[in-house]
């Protein structure tokens, strides 16, 4: 049963106010790449840990000339995705996509889109955790005062024993990187092979944690260094010789699937809309 | 009756904030809000790049501190407070600055030192500064050429503004030394045209 | 297919809407009205409304039907209404001393001005299934209570001093700690060390288990924490705002259901050299006791210094609030397989160092 928020609710939701503290927040988290600043941040009519961070970012951008495209885990279907994408529905006229070049607004869980973010688009992160910091240090107040010192000696001696124990860096997803050579940040659970699309690109970055009350952002043309050593290269994912049953495309994220009956396995694109225009290229002569 | 060209404090806010946004992500880039000034009301007692950027960015959670040589400057903190719900405040206390009309040096000075910078620990805690200039433009045409490189910026980026003191810029300089403290800058002019040199830019004057 | 990401998510989440529905109404006789949850489950009713941090018993009512019941989601219900709504006046500082009280007791002393009032509770009643509601005629019921319990006059306010206010005319108290200025947790971020005012609006609108289980385990184990109730009252206030057009005078808003505690602690020799007792102090939407007294110990606790778990700020304060806790615990439902995949990739490479390594090792 779909409630009638157009009636009873404000456009986007939020009210005026909390959206003027959200845009407040996201300029001074612009002009300081990497630096999680504090907002109040609202609860949203989903659940906190479920994307309210970056929710609150949409609704505080989204007007009825956008077009938005809402991803978990790369997948526009996904049921998380598209019950964002009917919230905002529900309560502006913007329209919806999968087609991630149409889209002007995009919000995301865990992946960013294969075809680069361009100038005129807006990358929305879902934040879990925002703090780098906390797998070294379980206080706020502390994390704090080692971000204001650049003190990032915790960080750097936990991937050193990493090294020391397993042979290489431990670290799957949400790959700890540093934004104009200042902040050490958390890209929010994207893959490795995401993280380098950070580096200097042309769109802009936002990354919203409601839960833990962050915004923080990466600007266009930002340099982002994911942390390594000299000897111990920062590595992405490998998926030597896969593709995509779908499409094809052997240079894509994969998914990697098994088969229920015959337990056989194999890969198939994360970006699902990606993944839908090369199979549509592929069928048209 | 409501008056439908008036600006509209859901959607022209909204409208404003995203070009805003992508002047301060992109530092030199010029966003032309003038479309949104038209709905500014003929009465208001501050300009209308004033009154648009307070409407958008104030409300009762943040203060101000409001500057003007020839405009009735009481008038106008009265008209932003009673618009916004926002606190009209002491210079080194402001969030944001409204700078109307462009002041002497020894002001620019005085308004330098006492502008908020935030702190290490909370660099976030410092204040925003719209200053109202004459003329901005991409190109090398006007008295202030001043060639930008940071974050936001691929390489390097003209800008180029009229009725801005050089003095601004020294003094930004000194105040924003040590990154991550400092102030952001919105530049906006006559035409409705905005800029922002948020705190991690470097400018170069021209021909230095 | 194994753990894939559900397609036709549209189709799905509608249709789980339907089955949800389904579920709320098929042995329903009748739908259950809001008025009959507002007016006959109070004390879930009142819950929802401290946990949601909105006074809006209807609503409140409202979303406990809409939720089925599940207090969590009510309050969380209550909460995202909230997000929407403008925060236009502040409200006057309310005197809980001017309370129109309908219960009042003491611990600490037999005997207080006003005496004790014990009023609605269940504290004395035997925790015995009653089968007579099965079958229970309103109506009938309502008759005979209105013979057997004494009529008072409704117009004639029950107030009465507080028992602090005793302790501290006799300079047995410490005043209690400034709060400075007002902090407002729906408005801003918290940061630490947390103000006075921002501990008491997270503990205020606090989950009742978890603020009961933090402040149980102070009292328990933890620290010799075992205060007296000074004193617990519930009752009415009146909320009142400063007159817009003429702000000496006052417009009242309405009135709400607040539970007020006040702990007596341990006493302390403070800067000056004074020895008096410290007071906590828990306050809630509703009649809502447990969660209030909870909520006195914790504030007291965080207070205090030491190495316990209640004594730790962000410990305490990042984890009572139930909307929270609640999101991030049951966001594990979702789909995590491209962090799972990066964490397979590792796995795998680390696999192989580790096997070249073994090889590389000579066998004796």
Known sequence: MQAHLKQTYNYAFLDEGSKKEIRRTTLKAVAIPGYQVPFASREMPIGRGWGTGGLQLTLSLIGDQDCLKVIDQGNDDSVNAVSIKKLVQSCTEAEVTTDSERATLIQTRHRIPEVPIRADQILIFQVPLPEPLRMVEAKERKTKQLHAEMDYSGIWLRLYEDIVKWGKISIGADYPALAHKRYIFAPSPIPRYDLPKLNRADGLFLFGAGREKKIYAIPPYTDVEPLAFDDYPFEVEHFDGCTCRLCGSNDTFLDEIFDETTGQKFYQCSDTGNCQKRQEKRHTP | ?208 | MGYVAVTGGQKAIEAADRINQWYRIKDAAHSLETIEIEKQLRHLTDRVMSEGGLYASEYAALAIKQAEGDLCEAAFLMRAYRSTLERTYESEIIDPGQMRVIRRISSAFKDIPGGQMLGPTMDYTHRLLNFTLENEQAHVLQELLKEQIPEFDTNQTLSFPKVAGLLREQGLLFPPKSSGALFDITRDKLTFPAPRSAKLQILARGETGAMTALAYSSMRGHTTNHPTVGELRVGYVEVTIAYPFDSSESLCLGELMLTEVETINAFERDDQGDVKLRLGYGLTFGQNETKAIAMAILEQGLETKGETPSQDEEFVLLHVDSIEANGFVSHLKLPHYITFQSKLDVLRQTQKLAESEKTETPKE
């Open chain 2, 1 to 208: 009756m409501t008056n439908a060209n008036a600006f509209h404090h859901v959607h022209d806010t909204r409208k404003l904030y995203r070009r805003l946004l992508d002047s301060m992500a992109r530092p030199g880039k010029i966003n032309d809000i003038a479309d949104l000034l038209r709905g500014v009301p003929e009465t208001c007692p501050c300009s209308p790049g004033t009154y648009a950027l307070a409407q958008t960015l104030l409300d009762q959670q943040v203060s101000f501190y409001y500057y003007s040589q020839e405009l009735n400057a009481d008038d106008a903190e009265r008209a932003i407070e009673w618009t916004t719900g926002s606190r009209h405040t002491a210079s080194d206390a402001a969030d944001y600055w409204f700078i109307d009309t462009s002041p002497e040096i020894d002001e620019i000075d005085s308004i330098m030192q006492s502008v908020r910078i935030g702190t290490l620990t909370e660099p976030e805690k410092s204040a925003t500064i719209a200053l109202h200039v004459r003329k901005l433009s991409g190109a090398d045409d006007l008295t202030l050429p001043m060639i930008l490189r940071g974050p936001g910026i691929n390489g390097w980026h003209l800008l180029s503004a009229e009725g801005m003191n050089i003095e601004w810029l020294r003094l930004r300089s000194e105040r924003n030394r040590d990154y991550p403290t400092g102030c952001d800058f919105v530049l906006f002019d006559d035409d409705g045209q905005i800029a922002a040199l948020p705190r991690t830019t470097r400018i170069e004057r021209r021909g230095f």
